[in-house]
């Protein structure tokens, strides 16, 4: 097991990451403080890890409180979150109860919403059971649910106490959720981490084809270069923002295709194709760059075309997420591969045109 640690002073944190640390109980030990935790998880989860989870906690004493909610990216929304609240006060849960989710990022991003909310916030513990989770989203305390109007659209800054990555987890994970994890991690190497980047033009068919050794490493340096981003700039007011390369496009498909058509990574794909396009034809990028970047993600099997959307849907939906400043366009941009770059020099017509370069 290695451990990496996300460096933010009293809200400091480790990321466990290993095989097998779901029946590892005394890691989960340090962040319990009561005798009560409440494990958030959906319909296809937990029948595969609940039971593993649980009876770690209860090796430590702890009463467990299910919580199962729908799977989905669609139910990732104010009734469903609703439900964990319902839980939690016929439960009689305190704010000093813990909220253990256990699931992808949908499960996370909610799970520790609720956390955040409950009594004016809970402690919270992330077990990732996806690529994408595992890399991304359970680490750096963005929460959130989705509004019809907008993805991520209402949430919440909150750290969780302990993130237990258990690399194991992915043997039971689809393909496709598998390559779509596979985005974020290209994603490392295209804003901050150019020796990643040939390590995975290396390896991307070892990933794929889940081995053990590959997938830790690949998890361990995403994590190690999350949590570097955001020890320097937790709530996004300068470089975290990198993070978002690919995702002002990519949720524009997603929210213009309906939540759960494509999956976020697929999204993230296509959208990360688009940024490179825009900013080789602003002549920050080669196009022998762009090429490279599109081989990679094919061979992850990833979408490196947008979907048939008006290019005016694009730009409208664009408007809605959160990367506008004073209805100005933020956008991740590559300099090159290994440097993202936040600018909002791109005009509307220089995106149109990318994007018309770059969907079906
Ligand atoms: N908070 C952040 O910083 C951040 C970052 C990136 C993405 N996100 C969010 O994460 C979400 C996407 O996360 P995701 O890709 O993990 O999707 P997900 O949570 O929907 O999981 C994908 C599917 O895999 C299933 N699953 C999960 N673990 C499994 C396992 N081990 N074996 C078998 N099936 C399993 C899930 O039930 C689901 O059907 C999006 O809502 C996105 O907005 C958040
Ligand atoms: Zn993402």
């Known amino acids: 097991m290695q451990t990496l640690t996300v460096s933010l002073a009293e809200r400091s944190y480790p990321i466990h990451i290993g095989s097998g640390l779901l029946s590892v109980s005394h890691l989960l030990a340090p962040p319990l403080k009561k005798k009560k935790a409440v494990l958030v998880s959906n319909t296809t989860v937990a029948p595969l890890y609940l039971n593993k989870l649980s009876t770690s906690l209860t090796e430590l004493g702890i009463d467990v409180l299910p919580v199962i909610l729908p799977d989905g990216e669609e139910y990732k929304h104010w009734e469903t979150l609703n439900l964990i609240f319902d839980a939690l006060l016929k439960n009689h849960c305190?704010?000093?109860t813990t909220l253990i989710a256990l699931g992808g990022g949908v499960i996370g991003d909610k799970g520790g919403f609720a956390a955040s909310c409950y009594q004016r916030g809970m402690p919270f513990i992330q077990v990732p059971t996806t690529l994408l989770s595992l890399v991304d989203?359970?680490?750096g305390g963005k929460t959130a649910i989705n509004h019809p109007l907008g993805k991520n659209m209402i949430?919440?800054?909150y750290q969780p106490k302990l993130v237990l990555a258990d690399i194991s987890t992915l043997d039971t994970l689809p393909d496709r959720e598998l390559k779509a994890g596979l985005a974020e991690v290209i994603k490392y190497g295209l804003i901050r981490d150019p020796d990643f980047f040939i390590w995975?033009?290396?390896?991307i068919e070892k990933l794929l084809a889940r081995d053990k050794e590959a997938l830790t490493y690949a998890v361990h340096r995403s994590c190690a270069n999350k949590a570097e981003v955001v020890a320097a700039d937790e709530r996004e007011t300068g470089e975290r923002a990198l993070l978002n390369l690919g995702h002002t496009f990519g949720h524009a498909i997603e929210t213009g295709l309906g939540y759960g058509e494509w999956l976020h990574g697929e999204a993230v794909a296509a959208g990360t194709l688009i940024a490179a396009e825009l900013s080789c034809r602003l002549g920050w990028l080669s196009a022998a760059s762009v090429e490279r970047i599109e081989a990679?993600?094919?061979r992850a099997g990833l979408p490196v075309m947008g979907p048939a959307l008006e290019t005016a849907r694009y730009l409208e939906l664009m408007r809605?997420?959160?990367?506008?400043?004073?209805g100005k366009l933020r956008l991740v941009l590559l300099k090159g591969i290994?440097?993202?770059?936040i600018s909002d020099h791109a005009s509307e017509t220089e995106i149109s045109a990318a994007i018309a370069a770059r969907c079906t």
């Open 155 to 157: 949430g919440a800054f």
């Open 94 to 96: 305190e704010r000093s």
């Open 338 to 341: 290994g440097q993202g770059v």
């Open 200 to 203: 995975l033009e290396a390896n």
């Open 137 to 139: 989203s359970s680490v």
């Open 320 to 326: 809605h997420d959160k990367k506008v400043e004073d």
């Open 296 to 298: 990679l993600f094919l």
